[in-house]
């Protein structure tokens, strides 16, 4: 079964301080990791994605470190605020019959404390 | 604006009572799934369609139907609910050619089923 583990399942971390979300995956497929941020009582959306053939993307403050050979991907989130306060989602894609599908991870509620 | 509406947001049930959460999307996507949001068990897709008349099975199709009769809608029926499907539901949308791994979510329906 395709899956995508995440860890932590929380995490709290001081303002200013470097928040870090570790996503592995197994599926060699997966062609596209998009991260998803979701605010409470609102859907997720989408914050920062990076396809397979680059190491590093770079958005503000959010950066996607990406490890092919480890079959791993991280969220780093620099100079944490309080409104990234938020449970953050990593997925992996898939092209398939017509669209993509995405397989995500149980995801990781942060919270920055001021 | 560009959206996808969910109803109702809120519903308390009881069991073996049919409903339908309906979704609704204004961005002409072909692409339109429904997934269920449990504490520690992240985002879980239920099914999926990748037009109308096009459904499938997500990973927990189990007591949920859906229809795609036209391009905008995508309603999820439930037609004997029990309390195990009290859960969070949200509808999601995307362009079939669109960014890989991009969905629009809705803002969720807070199932409850007595």
């Known amino acids: 079964q395709q899956q995508v583990k995440q860890s932590p399942q929380s995490l709290i971390v001081q303002k200013g301080g470097i928040s870090i979300i570790n996503c592995a995956y197994e599926n060699t497929a997966f062609d596209y990791f998009p991260w998803y941020q979701q605010f409470p009582g609102k859907g997720p959306a989408l914050l920062i994605a990076?396809?397979?053939?680059?190491s590093e993307k770079k958005e503000g403050r959010f950066t996607i470190s990406f490890n092919k050979s480890a079959k791993q991907f991280s969220l780093h989130i620099m100079d944490s605020q309080p409104g990234d306060s938020a449970t953050y989602f990593c997925a992996a894609s898939m092209r398939g019959a017509g669209s993509y599908q995405l397989t995500f991870g149980k995801g990781t509620k942060l919270s920055v404390i001021p | 604006e560009a959206q996808v509406t969910q109803n109702p947001r809120y519903l308390i049930t009881v069991t073996g009572k049919k409903l339908t959460v309906t979704c609704s999307q204004n961005?002409?996507?072909?692409?339109m799934s429904w997934y269920r949001q449990d504490p520690g068990l992240g985002l879980r897709q239920i099914y999926y369609s990748m037009n109308v008349e096009v459904t499938d099975k997500g990973d927990v199709p189990e007591g949920y139907k859906v229809s795609r009769k036209e391009k905008r809608n995508f309603p999820l029926i439930l037609e004997s609910p029990s309390p195990n499907q009290t859960s969070l539901y949200f509808c999601a949308s995307s362009l079939a050619s669109g960014i890989p791994g991009e969905l629009f979510f809705g803002e969720g329906s807070r199932l409850t089923v007595l």
């Open positions: 961005m002409n996507h072909e692409y």
């Open positions: 990076i396809r397979p053939d680059v």
